[in-house]
């Protein structure tokens, strides 16, 4: 009868502590001061100059994920701000943001339109150095069927870059599990050619796993990368003042055997299997 009594009791006890295993780590919150760049319209993302914040990254600008558009209601362009700033191993979120002013800012001149390069079409034949520190045009990975994305090793928000990088890792994964079709490759090409050095990518795509006869890590000059990605929809703002001073969005494309332009994937919202079913979409030849 004892035995029989302690054997639900340990089993309460076992599913009990199941949640403690399982519990993520905390939300790390951090103070942010800025100026305000630009507010999406639907209230879900918000650009800010801020200052260094401690812990995540230096002064720079950057756009902030918002998940309740109230934190940004009545916020306009000029508005000085301080908040909170939530971040978690794979998010990112202002929680709170309260106008402490205004201020002018420059006005910068507008790009010149770039041409957005449609389904089809051929995908411009750039030099690229991988992380061997070997050149090698893009028209030498045809006869695979090719996903390209935009990174910079020093992003320091966990849902842009090194969301990426994740989603890369796990789509390697599947190729070697024979989850989709073989003679896929990958490529990560940053835009930070300054601090991403073969040297860096190599140490980069060693930290993620990356095979590099499946998934190859590469940059070129910046004017050289900022027009490859242009066509594609790569959006690249740098501050002339501080290097590592990013603003950008991102781009996802997959490329069939010919080097043509299949399909673009916007910004972080498709997934893995998104990714998957678009490359299973390319025909055989």
């Not at 989709?180 to 990560?188: C, D, N, Q, V």
């Amino acid at each position: 009868m004892i035995y029989r009594s302690l054997v639900p009791l340990t089993l309460a006890a076992a599913l009990l502590a199941l949640p403690a295993c399982r519990r993520e780590p905390p939300a790390r919150q951090y103070q942010l001061t800025g100026h305000v760049l630009a507010v999406k319209a639907d209230g879900t993302e918000i650009t800010i100059r801020h200052d260094d914040i401690p812990g995540v990254m230096a002064a720079m600008t950057m756009p902030f994920a918002v998940k309740d558009p109230e934190v940004v209601k009545g916020r306009v362009p000029g508005d000085l701000v301080k908040g909170t700033l939530i971040v978690t191993d794979e998010d990112h979120w202002l929680s709170r943001l309260e106008k402490t002013g205004w201020a002018p800012f420059p006005e910068t001149a507008a790009a010149p339109p770039v041409p957005l390069l449609q389904p089809g079409e051929a995908v411009p034949d750039e030099t690229f150095i991988d992380q061997d520190g070997n050149a090698f045009r893009l028209s030498s990975l045809k006869g695979s069927v090719l996903l390209v994305t935009f990174i910079y090793t020093r992003c320091p928000l966990p849902d842009f870059c090194p969301l990426m990088d994740r989603r890369f890792a796990a789509i390697q994964q599947a190729v070697k599990d024979g989850r989709t079709a073989r003679g896929i490759r990958l490529l990560s090409i940053s835009f930070d050619p300054d601090h991403d050095t073969p040297a860096a990518l190599r140490a980069h795509a060693a930290r993620l796993g990356a095979d590099p006869a499946l998934w190859t890590f590469a940059t070129a000059p910046r004017d050289k990368v900022d027009a490859f990605g242009a066509r594609l929809g790569l959006d690249v703002i740098r501050d002339p003042k501080n290097p590592a001073d990013i603003t950008h969005n991102l781009r996802t494309a997959v490329l069939d055997r010919q080097g043509r332009l299949v399909t673009v994937l916007n910004g972080n919202g498709w997934s893995v299997e998104d990714a998957l079913a678009a490359l299973a979409s390319v025909p055989a030849s």
